[in-house]
């Protein structure tokens, strides 16, 4: 028998089942959905408030005494330390149960993977996604460091954090967290994960502190953005741009300076590297970044991984527009951040001199990505764009004062405005002697226009239920704007349209259509984005009804008495048809069967009969339908009354009508 089947075994015992009710109320183990060493986590059902919760159970009787004590010691230092937490990022602990073989922990049940199997599946992840994920978890260990006294996780990687379905983290797993305590010089047991522990959680004569979890976290994301395990040999993790160049300058930085050996030159704090993260990536705004002087710590110790803000000067160009225009100057920071996860560029083999083959393309609906054949010999690209002011104050928005000065030939421009065209001119410059010069035949130009989305995709007609029509579309996915569908149907495609459906869905049933008839489809996609309103209209599809088949219906008998039988049957639809029920019954099957009900209905009691007698019923089922008449009959069924029961004693004719009613079964 396995470690795992053992504790099952265990678990779903008698004796198991009545401590766990007696002790937090009465749980339904459901499934084993994880285990590791001496414990398993089941999924359990609370009968009281019939939520899911998850139920950790730890064994005691494992025969290394010193691996025992560590695991106990583990499950209760988890549960005791998160029961005195309430943070959004971190489980809630409901009830402890320590037995004499297992210790229960009943904690919080969440719905979702572990980034270990997101990054074992999909890879590297997007650097967006890397930078929310990293920030919540600096808000976190904020927290947590600012407990008194402060806790130390010591185990962050990329297992112990699981992403939930609304896209926020989870950090789970406290079974190494500890106390910090100001007056210790070193930590009592040795633990961490190899590749992504700190130097000093294996140095017997040290003690680990809020610096070592940030060591921790610079390693997470270090594996969640390149995809490399640092656990795996050879345990080394080079600057992250060494891996995917188009990663940014500004988070590698700040891993490279989490992942210090020395504690002293790294982040001194989570709320100090979570200033960084903040100053670089604000959530929906790409600012410019700070001044070289503000931002010289992020700067690495070799000169190949400076930051592009503080490596070079600030070159601005103030240039007058045409009439009713003005130059749109898009900040640096937003080149260096180049609009995280975007995807890889490619780029073009250089020239002697100057810009070539500048293409542009729109990404969205506010965003174009340019690149170009750069200089071999540039320094850098001044990107500069002309717009239509007038349509930017339109839409709320605001033109900065300088172009771009980028080191690549490839950028990414937001902040633009939806159904606009841009021109846009690309220089080449050198630096020398302190001079910046524009080279000879350095200017591209080039006409980018950003139109708003075509019509909706894959629109569908299928068979529905009775007759009916089921129609179907793609998603029309739009950043920050919410689409609205308008489905128009009609039988003449060079007619009008009536309007079916208007909302959010994406699939609609058509019912009420008449059967051998040929619909016309189309979807009006309708949307507003910075201040415009747009619509778009997708191709017409046909679909055409059949023929009216009615069903043969069920007929049965729900009750029968002395003199008395109740039947039902089931209810029959078609689309647009009015149906009729038509209940027939004979004292024999072969003869003559005559009409006892004649309705909408579907259920039927008759008396007035004979007790003890056998009679026939059948159904018929009619409608009419674009002028014509279908018809559909039953099988027959039959219906015995019940016999009257014998009297038991003679009686008089008073006594008789006073007399309680018989029963009969």
């Not at 007056?183 to 994960?193: C, E, I, N, P």
């Not at 002309?386 to 937001?414: H, R």
């Amino acid at each position: 028998m396995t470690k795992d089947d053992r504790l099952l075994s265990k678990l779903n015992n008698v004796s198991t089942q009545e401590v766990i009710t007696k002790v937090v109320g009465d749980y339904h183990i459901l499934k084993q959905i994880g285990s590791g060493g001496m414990s398993m986590v089941t999924l359990a059902l609370d009968g009281e408030s019939n939520q899911l919760r998850a139920i950790k159970v730890v064994e005691k009787t494992d025969n290394d005494k010193t691996k025992n004590e560590i695991v106990v010691n583990s499950a209760i230092t988890e549960a005791t330390t998160l029961r005195n937490l309430d943070n959004e990022y971190l489980p809630k602990i409901y009830s402890i149960i320590d037995t004499d073989e297992l210790i229960y922990v009943v904690m919080e049940y969440i719905e979702g993977k572990s980034l270990s199997e997101i990054v074992k599946d999909s890879g590297a992840q997007n650097e967006s996604d890397v930078v929310r994920w990293g920030k919540q978890l600096c808000e976190t260990l904020d927290y947590l460091h600012s407990r008194k006294p402060p806790i130390v996780f010591r185990d962050m990687k990329p297992s112990n954090i699981m992403l939930k379905q609304d896209g926020n983290i989870k950090l789970i797993d406290f079974g190494i967290a500890r106390e910090f305590k100001s007056d210790s010089y070193k930590d009592t047991v040795r633990l961490g994960t190899r590749g992504y522990a700190a130097p000093e959680q294996f140095d017997a004569d040290t003690q680990s502190d809020e610096r070592t979890d940030i060591y921790n976290l610079g390693a997470t994301m270090y594996h969640l953005v390149t995809g490399m395990d640092p656990s795996k040999p050879p345990y080394a993790m080079k600057p992250i741009r060494q891996w995917d160049p188009n990663l940014s300058v500004e988070l590698e930085l700040i891993i490279n300076k989490a992942i210090k050996p020395d504690p002293e030159q790294r982040y001194q704090s989570a709320k100090e590297m979570l200033a960084d993260i903040e100053k670089i990536y604000t959530a929906g705004d790409t600012t410019k970044l700070s001044d070289p002087e503000e931002t010289s710590e992020l700067e690495d110790d070799g000169d190949n991984y400076k930051s592009s803000a503080a490596a070079g000067k600030n070159h601005k160009t103030f240039m007058k527009g045409k009439t009713g225009k003005r130059k749109i100057v898009i900040p640096a920071a937003l080149v260096l951040v180049i609009l995280l996860g975007v995807g890889l560029f490619i780029t073009l083999s250089p020239t002697p001199f100057g810009v070539k083959d500048l293409t542009g393309e729109a990404l969205n609906l506010s965003e174009i990505s340019l690149k170009w054949s750069g200089s071999y010999k540039a320094t850098g690209y001044e990107v500069t764009i002309n717009g239509d002011e007038e349509a930017f104050k339109a839409a709320g928005k605001s033109l900065p004062d300088e172009s771009i000065i980028v080191s690549d030939t490839s950028v990414i421009l937001e902040g633009l405005v939806c159904d606009e065209k841009y021109e846009i001119v690309v220089r080449s410059f050198r630096e020398k002697d302190g001079k910046t010069i524009y080279e000879k035949d350095n200017g591209a130009e080039l006409v980018v226009a950003i139109d708003p989305p075509g019509p909706v995709n894959n629109l569908n007609a299928a068979s529905g239920a009775n007759g009916g029509a089921v129609i179907s579309w793609d998603k029309l996915d739009l950043q920050d704007s919410q689409v609205t569908y308008s489905l128009l149907a009609s039988k003449d495609p060079k007619g009008s349209f009536a309007e079916k459906y208007t909302g959010h869905k994406l699939k609609y049933a058509d019912k009420n259509l008449a059967p051998m008839t040929e619909y016309f489809y189309k979807v009006n996609a309708m949307f507003s984005y910075d201040g415009k309103s747009f619509e778009n209209i997708s191709d017409t599809v046909s679909f055409t009804t059949g023929n009216v088949v009615l069903a043969s219906p069920e007929l049965s008998v729900n009750d029968e008495t002395v003199d008395s039988v109740s039947l039902t049957w089931d209810p029959v639809t078609v689309a647009g048809s009015k149906i009729t029920y038509s209940l027939l019954r004979s004292s024999s099957k072969s003869g003559e069967y005559s009409e006892v009900y004649n309705g909408p209905k579907t259920s039927y009691t008759g008396g007035g009969l004979d007790s003890g007698t056998n009679y026939y019923y059948k159904l018929v089922i009619e409608c009419v339908s674009e002028g014509k008449e279908y018809r559909s009959e039953s099988n027959i069924i039959t219906a015995e009354t019940k016999s009257k029961p014998v009297s038991g004693g003679s009686s008089s004719s008073k006594q008789d009508e006073k007399s309680e009613p018989e029963f009969y079964w």
